[in-house]
């Protein structure tokens, strides 16, 4: 049973998501008010998952991911927020946050969230992850050597799979075919010379690609 760290300062609404996410399997090891209780509970815990806040009392959801990250700490984050400005999501998702969903989502989409995180992969709400392939494209970022290989569209491609989105969703983020979306990406792989969404995802988030 995965062992999850919860972070909310309204006690109403984490004890519903304590509720939620138990309801749904995971063993909820600590419940937290304030971003210096999730630092403290983080040594004495070591949970799985972290479910953030982004706007807790200080230090707030952003903060802690950076001390996370900076850590290498391996537990994997998810981001609840109810507002999350544009350059917020795109440096969310550049730290490597796993899955970012909002408050006023339906509980089924954050249970969704924490099982796709827990078998590997990141799950961005499709709202944010639209969001933030708008921010990416528009953002005049240095290439790096692999991604100037690729096509504005390849690019796209690889950006909503790093959104976490599948590719039935990606299909129709961009209206094109299932197929092509699978041509797309089996092209990408050989370019950038990758086996799977994974590696691919992490060579995306290690080179600035969002």
């Not at 924490?114 to 078998?119: G, I, K, M, S, T």
Request: charged share 25%.
């Amino acid at each position: 049973m995965s062992r999850i760290l919860i972070a909310d300062d309204h006690p109403i609404f984490l004890e519903g998501l304590a509720t939620l996410l138990e309801g749904a399997g995971y063993d909820v090891v600590a419940r937290c008010k304030t971003g210096a209780e999730v630092l403290e509970a983080l040594v004495r815990e070591k949970p799985d998952l972290l479910l953030l806040d982004v706007s807790m009392p200080p230090p707030t959801g952003l903060e802690i991911v950076r001390v996370v990250k900076e850590a290498q700490d391996p537990v994997k984050i998810v981001l609840l927020t109810s507002s999350l400005d544009d350059l917020q999501t795109l440096e969310a998702i550049e730290l490597g946050v796993n899955g970012l969903v909002l408050k006023e989502s339906a509980p089924r989409q954050l249970v969704q969230c924490f099982n796709a995180v827990r078998a590997g992969d990141n799950w961005y709400d499709p709202q944010i992850a639209r969001r933030a392939l708008d921010v990416a494209l528009s953002s005049q970022r240095p290439a790096s050597p692999t991604a100037s290989l690729l096509t504005n569209r390849e690019l796209q491609v690889t950006r909503l799979v790093a959104a976490g989105l599948r590719n039935k969703e990606i299909a129709c983020e961009l209206k094109i075919s299932e197929g092509t979306v699978k041509m797309y990406l089996h092209t990408i792989y050989e370019k950038s010379r990758v086996g799977n969404r994974v590696e691919l995802v992490n060579l995306a988030h290690a080179n600035l690609w969002l």
